[in-house]
């Protein structure tokens, strides 16, 4: 398979699903709207949806069913993103090489806008009740796997843990379970929704959900690696490979890509792009 076709063959996809059904730019009030759409089109690479849309095809789905809700969790990560870079949080002043949301449209609208897209997503996921294939009791799974992957246990309580940062008894523990929390989860939650369409099977939603726990990890550290190497790691806080140093970093989240890919055993061969979204965690650039 080629996978850099595949990826831009669903990435514009995303993209024009996205144009189709967020707000229009000039809806009043406009600039929520304008807000919402800088963010939404601002160059994120979308591997989240792509992997939902990735594994219902696998699933044997066919793909333009699981758009609404592939574009639903691109529009949490854009909010969890646009809420990361205010200056009550991570204060990032610039997001994928451009100013971050805030600081073109103000930190009021910034969050607001990041609020309505959180609303949004839960929009796009209820659009679901418009296709025909997908039942009903489908659509409330899928809501449930959505909230949950934001609430306190998750997104949410990972960022607490991530500004308070308290004393820590054991810092591999706490920087773990921190990035299951707020790194992991959306990306396990993006891969079990395309199982939850496709109405999966248990053995293989327990395989799924193994392999996007490891790459969601391996993810995190990954990108704190990059971080550390284009020395733009935020000094204040604890970072794994800041802890445990570069190498240690890339040996444990080489490791975590090897047990991804085992969890894909019982697919055979049908997990081609899987296995090759596994080694592009570890190896990617930004
Ligand atoms: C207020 C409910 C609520 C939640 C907010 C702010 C927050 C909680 C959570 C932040 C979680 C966060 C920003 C995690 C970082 C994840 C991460 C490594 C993002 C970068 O992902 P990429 O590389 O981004 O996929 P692109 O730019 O490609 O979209």
Known sequence: MDFKKYL???????????DLYLPM???????????MHYSVFSGGKRIRPILTL?????LGMDIKNALHTACGIELIHTFSLIHDDLPCMDDDDFRRGKPSCHKVYG???????????LVHAYKMILKNTEIKKIKKNTILN???EMTRCVDTE???GGQVKDIIQEKMEDKKVFLCNLYKQKTSALICASI????????AKKKEIKALTKYGECIGLAFQITD?????????????????PGEFGLKTAKIDSEELIKEAKGALKIFNDKADFLYEFADYIFLRQR
């Open 142 to 144: 899928l809501f449930d």
């Open 192 to 199: 079990r929704a395309g199982a939850i369409l496709a109405e």
């Open 224 to 240: 704190d690696i990059l971080d550390m190497m284009q020395d733009q790691r935020n000094k204040n806080k604890i970072t794994y």
């Open 107 to 117: 930190e009021a609208i910034a969050l607001l806008a990041g609020d309505a897209l």
């Open 8 to 18: 831009n063959d669903k990435k514009s996809l995303i993209d024009q699903e996205l």
């Open 25 to 35: 730019e000039d809806a009043d009030p406009s600039i929520i709207h304008k807000a």
């Open 54 to 58: 990735a594994t219902a095809e696998l």
């Open 154 to 156: 998750n997104m949410l």
